[in-house]
């Protein structure tokens, strides 16, 4: 399988100028290689550094050492040497990313906001539409509430609509901060079959997933930040079971 993803020697270091220019060590020297059709899991307790290697693998937060490469047009690219409009590119074809926020624009459609990616990329305004319903369809958003903003929607509906969003484009790398975690468990097992769907089509995934059962049925392999990564055969026998 070809490595989509290929972090080397990544460290991080918060200072806090509030508090007396103290410095937080996140994590120092990770290395880790994604290839395609596999989803790897971030691992470990809350403070460890997931979210904040997540979202340098988004090029939110630039680590200070290391290399960051992604494949793109058909090489590699070390997304911490390019400028800001080359990771917009990037992020536009290449890296999809569902966060646990939704933010967007008001007073725009929720059919709009999850059809946009799609018709950036070039895909026709109702092609993208006829996609968008589809997905939210099947995350059981109601069609009443597909010409509405989703900003006074529910907590577990505006995730949803975040997550049909994602998954709007067939991104090479999906990055995923716990798209689950506000969700019933019908709609988790329609994520838990959109994760299968992308790896199936070759995507390269990342996330972050505390529900255990969410994780091991669509984890590959567990990496700790900050240790070495875990083999899925470490995983208890009780939890495979549930996979």
């Given amino acids: ?29 990770v290395s880790l290689d994604v290839r395609s059709g596999e989803c790897v899991c971030l691992h470990g307790p809350s403070g460890t550094g997931k979210s904040t290697l997540l979202r340098s693998l988004y090029a939110n937060y630039k ?23 080359e990771v917009i590119e990037i992020r536009r074809r290449t890296i999809g990313y569902v966060s646990q926020f939704l933010r967007v624009i008001p007073r725009v459609s929720t059919l709009d906001i999850v059809a946009e990616p799609a018709i950036v990329n070039g895909i026709p305004a109702e092609t993208a539409r006829a996609s968008a319903r589809t997905l939210l369809s099947r995350l059981r958003i109601p069609e009443r509430l597909w010409s509405l903003a989703p900003s006074t929607f529910s907590g577990g509906e505006q995730q949803r609509v975040n997550i049909a969003r994602g998954f709007m484009v067939n991104y090479p790398v999906l990055l995923l901060d716990e798209p689950t975690a506000s969700l019933d468990a019908a709609n988790r097992q329609t994520v838990v079959e959109l994760i299968k769907e992308a790896k199936v089509r070759g995507a390269a995934i990342v996330g972050i997933f505390h529900d255990e059962v969410v994780r091991e049925a669509i984890a590959d392999r567990l990496f700790d930040v900050g240790k070495q990564p875990v083999a899925k055969s470490k995983i208890p026998a009780a939890a495979e079971a549930a996979a």
């Fill in 1 to 29: 399988m070809i490595i989509f993803v290929s972090v080397r020697g990544l460290s991080k270091m918060f200072t806090l100028y509030t508090q007396g220019g103290a410095e937080i060590d996140v994590f120092d020297d």
């Fill in 63 to 85: 680590p200070d050492a290391g290399k960051i490469l992604v494949q793109h047009d058909g090489g590699m690219v070390d997304l911490l040497a390019l400028e800001p409009w």
